[in-house]
């Protein structure tokens, strides 16, 4: 095996590559700011040392930070115009200046089940190429509507049953890509209800109420624009979605497990998906890196841990690889011990890929043995697989699907 660079936050580019199969990819591209770059997703730092760019002086900056802060990610103000209690000569050398643009939206697609999906434009690395999409995902339920967003174009990683990980990764994404997924969600929800006559919903009803990172790519390897947009996501005075509501999900890069812990403190959920090293290092390629052991040790001292406050272990069921009593045994034993909670995912199909998912009575056994274990164990029902946005099916369109291969995908979405 060729050694692999330690990744930190700076050295998420490496990559390793091993005589039977590529375990992490180069990014193809990096990002490159526009000449007039977007506010959205600047921490309050970030956004005062920008004010000081335009000659804001020291005085006023923390004041206007607030008052720019609160524009933006309470009321949803999407032009300088908007900010009215700022002075109109501020307005102007900030729009001369900065932008307050969010990821052009080029599709929106409603499923029969009221999941909508959003192709998101980001710009290419290149003038003039063809630009980068990503899919984000909103999923409405009768106590909580939940919107997965995506940290990469592509995906550092390949498991083997994931659909993204076929994708070559392209690049990360900025932490205002990040929040601008947030920002989008809202916008086409209507959910500013401080936005002076916005027609979406009062105080209190929400419309995007958790914010679970299981989009396209792996956060951990795209750690610092992760970590800056999910505390712009979580801060009070802004969108104010709490950290005790925003999941991320990683496949298990633990070293950076301590370092979200310590420095994002949102929920933690593990593709677990294997119990035994040798049959997870076929399905997560990276567990060669990071076997099992060393990953339920990073979950162990995952800060915070309580009852209350558990690590969610992500399990996909895949007929006859994974999903004996046997297999769910193994399970309970392995997690012993760490707060946690289990969520079994019925894998969502793709054109292509070599894994069935488990017949439905198998799922159930499985899922009462965990259950009688004492693991609350709800089966996460594939959404919107009429519209291609369930779990790894999140694919940007700078691979196209073949007509053939969407006809599979709605044919397999109508017959189960
Ligand atoms: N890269 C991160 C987050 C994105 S994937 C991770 O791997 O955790 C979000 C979840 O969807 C993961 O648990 C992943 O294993 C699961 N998943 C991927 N492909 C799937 C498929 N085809 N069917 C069901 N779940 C899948
Ligand atoms: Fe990447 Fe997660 Fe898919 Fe693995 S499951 S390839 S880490 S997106």
Known sequence: ???????????????????????????????????????????????????????????????????????????GAEHFADMTSLSKELRGLLDRHFTLARPEVVAEQVSSDGT???????????????????????????????????????????????????????????????????????DRLGDWPHRAAAPGPSEGARLVTNVVMMGMGEPLYNFEAVRDALLVVADGEGLAISKRKITLSTSGVVPMIARAGAEIGVMLAVSLHAVNDELRNELVPLNRKYPIAQLLEACRNYPGLTNARRITFEYVMLKGVNDSLKDAKALVKLLKGIPAKINLIPFNPWPGATYECSDWEQIEKFSEFIFNAGYSSPVRTPRGRDILAACGQLKSVTEKLSARERMTLRAMALTD
């Open 1 to 75: 095996m060729t050694t692999t660079p330690a990744h930190d936050a700076t050295a998420s580019a490496s990559h390793s590559a091993r005589a039977d199969g590529v375990l992490e990819k180069t990014p193809l591209e990096r990002y490159v700011p526009p000449a007039k770059p977007s506010l959205v997703g600047l921490s309050r730092a970030a956004l005062a040392d920008a004010l000081a760019g335009i000659g804001v002086s020291a005085g006023q900056r923390r004041m206007r930070v607030q008052q720019i802060w609160n524009w933006l990610y309470v009321r």
């Open 116 to 186: 909508r999906k959003w192709l998101l434009r980001l710009p290419g690395e290149h003038a003039g190429e063809r630009p980068h999409e990503v899919e984000c995902v909103y999923i409405p339920e009768t106590d909580r509507a939940t919107l997965c967003i995506s940290s990469q174009v592509g995906c550092t990683l390949n498991c083997r049953f994931c659909h993204t990980g076929t994708q070559r990764l392209v690049r990360n994404l900025t932490a205002g890509e990040i929040v601008g997924q947030v920002m989008v969600a809202r």
